[in-house]
């Protein structure tokens, strides 16, 4: 008594807001209030009708505002890339640490990765069926229509004089942090792969650098490329002998090129000296040093876990 239903309308939207987990509760006296209103002789029905409406409308807001939410708070609570990005800004941080293996498979490219992971803060992952070919297929698709655009006079094609070359590598940055999501607490992040554009030159490699302007990449390939066949033939099948030449020749075309950036990794070389320069080229030997070397896919098989506790670093505190 003596309340407008504007007045009823907002008591009982700010109880909703006070209490957001009474969602059904809420709906529920809604809908009692909206009976009330009907029936009272001092309203007309036509305007407690409207009233009902408007409360419900926003009952039904509200509760999807909360889904919303919830589901948000979900996702940045349970997703370490989400949390990074809170920390770095919408864009990410594309000055973060990255290490990526290019192999030419079957030339110790898993065992690389886990010594590269026994590294603290270390996160590599490792094959993703050519995750970042997926991304270039995307890109090259995109330039070739960019270059097809309609006439720039024609207001139906409107545009912008130029993309945003930052905006762009940061996007590419972004799917791929989001599709590797590594942990939250992270220091350096990457891949290991034998999917690449060899055939190319590598062209792609150059890209993904660029996307990760402090990324090092780590060139694994062996000498004894008959052994390699053989082993891939072993687990494969049959392997083209050109391919697998071309395959390393682009290897050494790209550290030509990028010798600042990539290290040649043979396994040949495969010793606890050789890791340790790996490690100091990193920049990672200052307390940790490497005592051994893991023999992963040994036998011409596949590893399928590795022991969590490390056999094959010591680092001092």
């Known amino acids: 008594p003596g309340f407008g239903t504007e007045q009823l309308h907002t008591i009982f939207i700010h109880w909703v807001v006070a209490n957001p987990t009474g969602a059904m509760l809420a709906t529920f006296l809604g809908s009692l209030l909206c009976q009330a209103l009907a029936h009272s002789p001092a309203l007309h029905g036509l305007a407690a009708d409207d009233e009902c409406q408007q409360m419900g409308l926003s009952l039904l807001q509200m509760q999807r505002d909360e889904v919303a939410k919830g589901k948000s708070q979900l996702a940045v609570e349970t997703s370490a890339s989400a949390r990074r990005a809170l920390k770095q800004g919408a864009c990410g941080n594309r000055e973060m640490p990255a290490v990526f293996v290019v192999s030419t498979g ?27 070919q997926t991304l270039m ?160 896919n040994s036998d011409n098989g596949y590893t399928t876990s590795v022991d969590k506790s490390s056999q094959f670093m010591k680092c001092r505190n």
């Open 106 to 132: 079957r030339s110790g490219s898993t065992s690389a990765l886990h010594m590269l992971n026994e590294i603290p803060g270390y996160d590599i992952k490792g094959e993703n069926q050519g995750m970042w």
């Open 137 to 296: 297929t995307m890109v090259d698709s995109r330039d070739e229509a960019y270059e097809h655009y309609g006439p720039a006079d024609i207001y139906s094609w409107t545009r912008s004089e130029a993309r945003n070359r930052s905006e762009f590598l940061c996007g590419l940055q972004l799917m791929v942090l989001g599709e590797l999501n590594p942990k939250a607490d992270a220091k350096v992040v990457g891949f290991k792969e034998i999917r690449w554009n060899f055939e190319q030159n590598l062209t792609d490699l150059e890209l993904l650098l660029e996307v990760f302007p402090s990324a090092k990449v780590v060139l694994n390939f062996r000498r004894d490329i008959e052994a390699q066949i053989e082993s891939m033939k072993s687990t494969s099948g049959d392997f083209e002998t050109q391919s697998l030449v071309e395959e390393t020749r682009a290897i050494k075309g790209f550290y030509a090129k990028h010798s600042d950036r990539s290290y040649m990794l043979r396994l040949e070389d495969f010793t606890v000296d050789t890791f340790n320069d790996m490690l100091h080229w990193l920049g990672e030997d200052e307390k940790c040093k490497y005592v051994a070397v893991a023999d992963d």
